[in-house]
């Protein structure tokens, strides 16, 4: 790692403990990288852009970085008292090491801070892990948007399977964020 970008790939990067911090413009090439490698239908630059310049109060978006590198990162749109996930994206090479959780754990939090009351998301119907994801979360399947995913170069159209949990003002998912967190050490910056 002398004298370069360290690289999500390097295995002395993949050691490293993640970090959480407010997403900038200053990561969003990186964060397009991923975006690219991991959506049939990449978010623009400019729509990324827009989506940091809104108020503060409508948005919170976060990087998960590792050795310097950002590795993930996830976005949440606020809504009167509901939250909206819309979108969670893990470097494919770093997959399965609790990126995700760690980068749900603040966005969770903005919400809340935020006034949100609930929160809901869609996920591919297929993506069985990232349920896993949001089941450990509190979310649970409420319905789905069919052929919500339009077909491309990545696969065929597929629906969406929508979650929401509730009360997340409340005990009992301050509790479980309390216990997620310190299941995953998180360092936040």
């Known amino acids: 790692m002398f004298g370069r970008d360290p690289s999500p790939r390097d295995p002395v990067t993949r ?10 413009r200053r990561h969003l090439k990186a964060v397009q990288a991923i975006e690219a490698q991991v959506s049939p239908r990449p ?14 109060a409508s948005r919170a978006w976060f990087v998960a970085r590792r050795g310097g590198a950002v590795v993930g990162f996830a976005g949440i749109m ?9 979108n969670v994206a893990v470097d494919p090479s770093c997959r399965r090491q609790g990126i995700a959780s760690h980068l749900m754990l603040p966005l969770c ?8 009351l609930n929160l809901t998301l869609e996920v591919r119907a297929s993506n069985t892990g990232a349920h896993a994801l949001y089941r ?4 649970a399947p409420a319905g789905v948007r069919a052929g919500y995913y339009p ?11 929508i979650m929401w949990v509730h009360d997340v003002d409340g005990h009992e998912f301050a ?9 995953l050490e998180v360092a936040v910056s």
Request: aromatic share 6%.
């Open 43 to 56: 978010w623009s630059l400019d729509l990324f852009r827009s989506e940091l310049a809104q108020s503060e």
């Open 151 to 161: 077909a491309s170069s990545h696969g065929p159209a597929e629906d969406a399977l």
């Open 175 to 183: 509790a479980r964020l309390a216990a997620l967190e310190t299941e």
């Open 136 to 139: 450990r979360f509190g979310f």
């Open 109 to 116: 939090r903005a919400a809340i801070d935020r006034g949100a």
């Open 78 to 86: 606020l809504i009167v008292d509901d939250g909206h996930v819309t």
């Open 15 to 24: 050691e490293l403990p993640v970090v959480v911090a407010t997403m900038t």
